[in-house]
Nanobody, 126 residues
Framework: QVQLVESGGGLVPAGGSLRLSCVVSGSVFSIDTMGWYRQAPGKQREPVARITRSGSTNYGDSVKGRFTISRDNAKNTVFLQMNSLKPEDTAVYYC????????????????????WGQGTQVTVSE
């Protein structure tokens, strides 16, 4: 069974930093684009940052210049370095994989689309 597990959230003062991690565990052969999304109370989930397997990145306008996404393909892990945090960054942050190839248990590989982690809370105080 393949799982996405986020970690690294917490409570920080405005101006502080956090580093989120998301590990994709299980029988995974390859992962395409990985990304981070966030959802604040009463708001829709929004994209924060995405990174392709080759390392191309894009960011939401509100986090450009403050957040950096990276990945370690050998460890099936994606990171989000968040600096200069603001109270409006407070949200649950979710890891996403748009497509990956996983083992199906009978010596075959299958594609799995749009996988999500359980989320990690980030709270930035005034």
């Amino acid at each position: 069974q393949v799982q996405l597990v986020e970690s690294g959230g917490g409570l920080v003062p405005a101006g502080g930093s956090l580093r989120l991690s998301c590990v994709v565990s299980g029988s995974v052969f390859s992962i395409d684009t990985m990304g981070w999304y966030r959802q604040a109370p009463g708001k829709q989930r929004e994209p924060v940052a995405r990174i392709t397997r080759s390392g191309s990145t894009n960011y939401g306008d509100s986090v450009k210049g403050r957040f950096t996404i990276s990945r370690d393909n050998a460890k099936n892990t994606v990171f989000l370095q968040m600096n200069s945090l603001k109270p409006e960054d407070t949200a649950v942050y979710y890891c996403n994989v748009d497509r990956m190839i996983v083992g199906s248990g009978d010596y075959t590989a299958i594609p799995v689309y749009d996988s999500w982690g359980q989320g990690t809370q980030v709270t930035v105080s005034e």
